[in-house]
């Protein structure tokens, strides 16, 4: 009955991680990737986006053991010709991968525009300063 219960259990994990791969956004060649800090624009076509800050910043530093791998929460503003469309809670997952759930800003006719990455990642207990951060964009061609 305990074999039966680990193969069961071992099966589904898969499918999860099966599912949950599928959705993971990649980067490719024909990706344009930006990097900005708070208060600067990145911009493609008739877009901007706008790093507005940081709202909260959980991920497990380097050199900690945590329970989990945290994520990061920020704000970005997308404008298109010079005007406000909305602004965005982007969410940045430590272990680096995007999904469009999470990580997707805005989604134009052509293109989607993704928080990809946040620089700098924690280090022991000092507080980052706002200024220092810089958020990696992704303009993304829809397939």
Same mark, same amino acid.
Request: hydrophobic letters at 40%; one cysteine or more; glycine letters at 4%.
């Given at each position: 009955?305990?074999?039966?219960?680990?193969?069961?259990?071992?099966?589904?994990?898969?499918?999860?991680?099966?599912?949950?791969?599928?959705?993971?956004?990649?980067?490719?060649?024909?990706?344009?990737?930006?990097?900005?800090?708070?208060?600067?624009?990145?911009?493609?076509?008739?877009?901007?986006?706008?790093?507005?800050?940081?709202?909260?910043?959980?991920?497990?530093?380097?050199?900690?053991?945590?329970?989990?791998?945290?994520?990061?929460?920020?704000?970005? %503003?997308? /404008?298109? *010709? $010079?005007?406000? !469309?909305? =602004?965005? +809670?982007?969410?940045?997952?430590?272990?680096? @991968?995007?999904?469009?759930?999470?990580?997707?800003?805005?989604?134009?006719?052509?293109?989607?525009?993704?928080?990809?990455?946040? %620089?700098? /990642?924690? *280090? $022991?207990?000092? !507080?980052? =300063?706002? +200024?220092?951060?810089?958020?990696?964009?992704? @303009?993304?061609?829809?397939?």
């Amino acid at each position: 009955m305990k074999v039966y219960l680990c193969i069961l259990v071992l099966g589904l994990t898969s499918i999860f991680q099966t599912v949950d791969a599928q959705n993971q956004v990649l980067k490719d060649s024909l990706s344009v990737v930006k990097i900005i800090s708070i208060g600067e624009k990145a911009s493609h076509e008739d877009y901007d986006v706008k790093f507005k800050k940081v709202i909260t910043d959980s991920r497990c530093p380097k050199m900690v053991s945590c329970v989990r791998a945290g994520e990061a929460d920020v704000l970005v %503003s997308i /404008y298109k *010709n $010079g005007q406000f !469309v909305a =602004d965005k +809670k982007v969410r940045i997952d430590a272990s680096g @991968f995007a999904r469009d759930a999470t990580n997707l800003a805005f989604s134009a006719t052509d293109f989607k525009i993704y928080g990809f990455s946040l %620089s700098p /990642y924690p *280090n $022991g207990v000092a !507080v980052i =300063d706002q +200024k220092s951060y810089k958020l990696q964009v992704v @303009f993304r061609p829809n397939m």
